[in-house]
């Protein structure tokens, strides 16, 4: 039976991908769930920064609502999604200006059921993801805090008065819902940025 079914997962390329992110999801989390339960630190890359959350960290605050962001500041970038229904995992970019703010290699999920959370540096922005693990009902609100993504300014600039830059931009959000369904382009999924 279970091998039917994998079957007619493969046979549609929607299917496959959702079963790639949720097996790439599964890996990761089953290693640094070997890592933080095995040594209790946070894995570490090769500047010594944290790669995955350490489960035993608090959640850092918001953060403080500036303008004006200075070289050497830890910027926060706040993603909000007005509406999330029955959500099991999601992905989105950060399209980011690499000569105004560097990845920091840390990030937090702000919904307690999605707290497998990861992201890749590509050359031109960062791909955020995020699941939940095992059989479970998606995860459904209003105005949703979803997540937040640090990052150091490389120099001085200034944000727009809603708390934006036209320097990073949130693009191809996607989610896949508890039934495997899988819906690309969501709308009215938000950034904003303050300071931590």
Not at 20 to 35: A, D, P, Q, Y
Not at 116 to 125: L, P, R
Not at 176 to 196: F, P, R
Request: glycine share 6%; aromatic share 10%; charged share 20%.
């Amino acid at each position: 039976m279970m091998i039917q079914a994998i079957k007619k997962i493969m046979q549609n390329k929607k299917h496959r991908n959702i079963a790639v992110l949720c097996l790439l999801c599964v890996t990761v989390v089953g290693f640094s769930m070997w890592v933080f339960l095995g040594n209790n630190n946070p894995v570490k890359d090769e500047n010594n920064s944290d790669v995955l959350v350490d489960m035993n960290e608090p959640q850092v605050p918001l953060g403080n609502i500036a303008t004006t962001i200075s070289a050497g500041d830890t910027v926060v970038i706040n993603v909000y999604a007005a509406e999330m229904d029955d959500v099991y995992g999601y992905q989105f970019n950060i399209n980011f200006d690499r000569d105004f703010i560097e990845y920091k290699k840390r990030l937090y999920s702000d919904i307690d059921e999605i707290l497998t959370i990861f992201a890749t540096d590509k050359e031109w922005y960062l791909l955020v993801g995020a699941t939940m693990i095992g059989d479970a009902k998606g995860y459904s609100g209003q105005d949703v805090p979803v997540c937040r993504v640090e990052f150091i300014a490389l120099t001085d600039f200034e944000l727009n008065p809603d708390l934006t830059s036209d320097h990073i931009a949130l693009s191809d959000v996607n989610i896949v819902k508890s039934d495997l369904q899988y819906l690309e382009n969501i709308d009215g999924w938000t950034a904003s940025v303050t300071l931590q």
